[in-house]
């Protein structure tokens, strides 16, 4: 799997020992106060969003500023569980699991000051397939998408999909709902129903959000993206700051009241800092090891275990990312809170046991046919893991031959499987296991295909009611453990500075600024 498209400034050492040049700090206007309290924070982001429209990119940094603006019929909460935003509540499923009947919130005005209505919501899911690669997914298995009254909303699907609503709740490449006489392509009108409404874009300076003074928040408790949000700040400037070194010192500075995806090694500097603190988002995402089950040395199941338990994942996130607040070591796939958790299978998880790969190795009759690990310096950390990589499984008794690519000739040479045995990629933490990574899918490179696997997702996605699914999870994540066709080797951590001015902050992967008050 490709990276996703957040830029990873928060994960290499490049930035700061490389001797980049700092850049200048970025002009920025005078905060307006109001009532003593700030008007306005400045956000420095990665960069500049190639796109305001959230189904026209699906760059985190897009979903990042636009989720103030438009909001998903679903969303997340703190752990990770679909819960409702622009629905009523969780939809009535029909005994089949193919037709879903969503009630809208009655009442939720627009930007533009009309109410949403059902004939909004159909508009803008109808472009979100047309336009979105996970959009365009769920298209391929609908059989209809209909308004039931003004307050009512039926998808029929032609199959069973209980991925759903974590497609319709997933703020990247985002199932926005929007008025519909605003839809146009290219979008050049953004009104939705959020709490902050767009004002003002002046490319490579920033994009103004203000606050949306009529907006109807939930009753609920804040949780995660779910619940009650409120937009305690006026306005919201999100400053497009590409040079990593220049979003730290600017945040150190005080100049920015949050500064996103710091490299890891500014922690020091920022937590000694006056005024402002690192906030670390755990888990952001994970690295995982992908084999090819196709063709080569790792095709005979017993070598891909004997490779599994040879690493020590362990010493392969340390030496990817340097310090232990960084990354945490876990077998589990999804962390504890989401209805995913499982240890099912973890047993095998972080073994570095070269007497036992060794055994392994002899019992499948390897024949010192050379492992060879493609990895891309573009991503250090990918290389860091390769290095360590390859010395571990040379102790266990496996021949290896690294070889180091540019990321594009990587994404080329994985779909053939003659020219590698393992490579070496990372995701974003995705909250629905059919999400990512793709080799649980078909196809994929890896070529992962068994009656096991068959198996075990045909039960994990036949099912519909949420509370039952996540217990099935087990089940395929031991599976995985067992047939080895990838080895996810753990999560790590993006790193951000947020002002000590800024009160309510919850760290989360697309940082959110409603409920976060200014002083």
Known sequence: MAPTDRPRAGLTRRALTTGLALGPLVPVRALAQAGGAMGSVNLAMVGEPQSLDPMASTADLVATIMQHVFEPLYTFDANWTVQPMLAASLPTISPDGKTYTIALREGVPLHNGRALDSEDVVASLKRWMEMTPRGKGIAAGLASLTAKGPHGVEIVLKAVNPALLAHLALPSGFAAIMAREAIANPLVEFVGTGPYRFKERRPDQFVVLTRHDSYAARSEAPSGYAGRRKAAIPELRFIPVPNANTRVEGVVAGQYHFADQLP????????????????????????????????????NQTVRQALQMALSDTELLMAAFGEEKFFEATGSHFPKGSPFHSTAGTQAYDKGDDKGAKALLAKANYDGTPIRILNSKQYDFHNRIALVMAEELRAAGFKVTLDVVDWATLVSRRGDPALWDVYITHSAFLPEPMLTPPQLGDGAPGWWDTPAKKAALAAFNAETDPAKRGALWGP????????????????????????????????????????????
């Open 264 to 299: 890891v090694e500014s922690n020091g500097r920022i937590a000694k800092s006056a005024g402002v603190k690192p906030v670390l988002t755990m888990p952001f995402g994970f690295p995982y090891i992908v084999l090819n089950t196709k063709q080569g040395p790792c095709a």
């Open 476 to 519: 395929v994540q031991e599976v995985i453990y067992t047939e080895v066709p990838y080895i996810r080797v753990g999560n790590f951590a993006a790193l951000s500075g947020l002002s000590g001015k800024l009160k309510g902050f919850s760290p989360m992967p697309w940082p959110a600024f409603w409920n976060v008050e200014a002083a």
